[in-house]
């Protein structure tokens, strides 16, 4: 994890086209000295052919991005199991079993 | 020479590692994805020169507006493209700043200018096709900023490709006799230059060479050339441009198109020598950057005090 260094490089999120479920993406990045000013190229270079409904600018310097080294961290079903339906079901299962009764819910993922 | 079939972009193992800025990459990726990104950069705000020069020389105002939205779109694209060049540690004032003081090469196509309105069409249309076929490739490369900046850039050429076919076809329509053997003109002049732009012909040891083993260089130049042929030739022909056979043809017994080979003692000079208009757009950009030098360091760096 790292904080971004560059005050004059602004990143740019789109949500393009009809469907208003579609997520909020990033596109890339414009130069900028200025917030308002970096809105507008944002806009005149990422929403040139396709009507956006959503796009926002951020300062990359204000910003706090993931590296390689967080990858582990952030590896939610392998390392948080017991989190996870399956987890919970095959508990359930065991239990029917050695109580010789059918498992409420069915077969879990 | 044959088109490697079957050896599909799907399964290419090389093209199976991406990257993203924050990865780790291997020994010299970095430096090579950020020449690639820059060398683009510089062509798109380079060969965007030739068109600006006709823009108030436009015969109508709905082609002016459509020659300025082309226009704008490229200076985008030079812009994304700096950006990822920027990101690798290239900034974007030294890719203009090399360029002006002599230090870096440009693509051959962009040594020239326009002499006539009647030549833009088909030089246009040889550009933009020969652009598609290349970014439709390098979009499957490995590094991935690059990649999806190239994605963005393909829908706006597509609209550039679009323009160039109306543009010529209205030349070829309604046009003089004149203006029809310009446009025929413009077709054979442009051909040879664009068949180079797809680079020297293969050699054995071209899948040695790093741009390609990264992946970010996807297919060879032959493989590329041949694609573009296979596409632009009957778009001209459907125009009314007659494609002389000397000049590229069809054999049905090699399957594969054969063409008068470029000048390549010629094209090798041009990229070091410079053609006609190489110290005309140096000057222009040098005189850009010194122009905007004030209202850039501002913009960036805040008011002096």
């Known amino acids: 994890m790292r904080r971004g260094n560059q005050t004059d490089v602004y990143d740019a999120f789109v949500k393009l086209g009809d469907d208003p479920a579609q997520p909020i993406s990033w596109v890339g990045s414009v130069r900028s000295g200025d917030p308002e000013l970096a809105w507008h190229a944002a806009k005149e270079i990422y929403t040139r052919r396709e009507d956006a409904t959503v796009l926002w600018v951020a300062q990359r310097s204000a910003m706090v991005t993931s590296g390689p080294e967080d990858l582990e961290s952030m590896r939610t079903p392998s390392r948080l199991t017991y989190r996870l339906p399956g987890k919970v079901g095959r508990r359930r299962r065991a239990r029917a079993k050695l109580a010789d009764v059918q498992p409420v819910g069915g077969a879990e993922a | 020479m044959t088109i490697t079939q079957g050896h599909g972009i799907d399964d290419d193992t090389r093209l199976a590692q991406k990257y993203e800025l924050w990865d780790e990459m291997p020994e010299g990726y970095r430096e090579a994805a950020a020449r690639i990104a820059s060398f683009q950069a510089l062509a ?175 297919k060879s130049n032959d493989q590329l050339r041949q694609e573009w042929l296979t596409k632009i030739v009957p778009v001209f022909r459907d125009l009314g441009i007659q494609v002389d056979p000397d000049l590229a043809r069809f054999d049905e017994d090699l399957q594969e198109w054969v063409y008068a080979a470029p000048d390549w003692i010629e094209i090798k000079r041009i990229l070091n020598e410079g053609g006609p208009m190489l110290a005309h757009w140096r000057a222009h950009i040098a005189g850009t950057l010194e122009r905007n030098g004030t209202y850039r360091d501002i913009a960036l760096e805040g008011v002096p005090a």
């Not at chain 2, 990822?84 to 290239?90: I, K, N, Q, R």
């Not at chain 2, 999806?148 to 323009?163: G, M, N, Q, T, V």
């Not at chain 2, 329509?173 to 054979?188: D, H, I, N």
């Not at chain 2, 002049?189 to 180079?196: E, G, I, S, V």
Request: aromatic share 12%; proline share 6%; charged share 25%.
């Open chain 2, 44 to 218: 798109e705000l380079v060969g965007v020169l030739p068109f600006a020069e006709w823009l108030d020389r436009a015969p109508d105002f709905e082609r002016k507006q459509m020659l300025a939205a082309k226009i704008q779109d490229e200076v985008g694209h030079g812009h994304v493209t700096a950006r990822v060049a920027e990101d690798l540690g290239v900034p974007r004032e030294q890719i203009l700043s090399d360029f002006a003081e002599g230090r870096s090469k440009l693509l051959n196509i962009f040594h020239y200018r326009f002499e006539t309105w009647e030549e833009i069409g088909p030089a246009a249309l040889l550009m933009n096709s020969s652009a598609i076929v290349q970014f439709q490739a390098l979009d499957k490369g490995t590094y991935l900023p690059y990649a999806r900046a190239l994605r963005k850039i393909e829908k706006e050429e597509s609209f550039h490709y679009h323009h160039a076919i109306d543009l010529t076809h209205q030349t070829m329509t309604l046009g003089t006799p004149e203006q029809r053997a310009l446009a025929q003109r413009s077709f054979e002049t442009w051909l040879p230059r664009l068949l180079a732009y797809f680079g020297p012909p293969d050699t054995d040891t071209y899948q040695q060479n790093p741009m390609y083993t990264f992946g970010l260089k996807v």
